[in-house]
């Protein structure tokens, strides 16, 4: 329950800040930030946790509003998996591209509120065809479901939270995400015994590709740094 009101307040800042913005614009600088954001999976059988980190570079323009600021970038992520007791660290990573879009509530003040969105699309993966359990990549076993990775077509973010200045242009930024994925997945029966003559990569490429929806609330911390495009007289 927690967890849906807290979505349905993010997805409502996002639509009601921005009516704050003044018109007046006064001047545009280059923008640069990195974010990780982290975010718990849990197995559907063994309901063992995995921890999955996301890292974002960003690189864009700040636009001064009267009382506001507006971040518009493209952005590179990599997302992937901790380690754990079962499996190595990034055994699974996903690299995608796409933009975002971040706005600071009040320019004037060291402490300000922001919401940002970005929209992603899966460009490489190490992980195609690895063997998954509810979105978390596992070794091989009769313990977990049938699932294996095919790709991530569709990834946003959506974050509310605290930015503070920490100089002149260079800001700390802590906050709630809600991380939204849509992952394609293909779904097999198997036994050992059935890939004596033929390897598995081509019986897994045979199956249907299906479409399974994650929807996770994590943390994401972030720097940024804003330069202007033209020294000032």
């Not at 490489?124 to 359990?133: H, K, L, T, V």
């Not at 992952?183 to 399974?212: C, G, M, Y």
Request: glycine fraction near 6%; include cysteine.
């Amino acid at each position: 329950m927690i967890n849906q009101i807290v979505k349905a307040t993010l997805y409502l800042c996002i639509f009601i800040l921005p009516l704050n913005y003044s018109l007046a614009q006064k001047d545009v600088l280059m923008h640069f930030a990195v974010s990780e954001g982290v975010y718990l999976y849990k197995t559907a059988l063994k309901n063992k946790a995995t921890l999955f980190s996301k890292t974002n570079l960003e690189l864009g323009t700040q636009i001064n509003f009267e009382k506001g600021q507006l971040n518009a970038f493209g952005v590179y992520q990599l997302f992937g998996n901790f380690k754990s007791e079962e499996i190595h660290g990034f055994i699974s990573s996903s690299h995608l591209l796409g933009i975002g879009a971040e706005h600071r509530v009040n320019k004037n003040k060291n402490l300000s509120l922001i919401i940002g969105l970005s929209v992603l699309t899966e460009f490489s993966s190490n992980f195609r065809n690895g063997y998954i359990d509810n979105g978390v990549p596992v070794y091989p076993s009769k313990e977990h479901s049938d699932d294996f990775y095919h790709s991530t077509p569709f990834a946003s973010s959506l974050w509310i939270g605290l930015d503070m200045r920490l100089s002149e242009g260079l800001y700390l930024n802590f906050s709630i995400d809600n991380n939204f994925r849509i992952i394609k997945s293909r779904h097999l029966n198997w036994d050992l015994s059935d890939f004596k003559e033929r390897p598995i990569e081509e019986v897994i490429n045979e199956q249907a590709i299906e479409t399974v929806i994650y929807d996770k609330l994590g943390l994401r911390l972030g720097l940024s740094y804003n330069l202007p495009l033209e020294r000032k007289n």
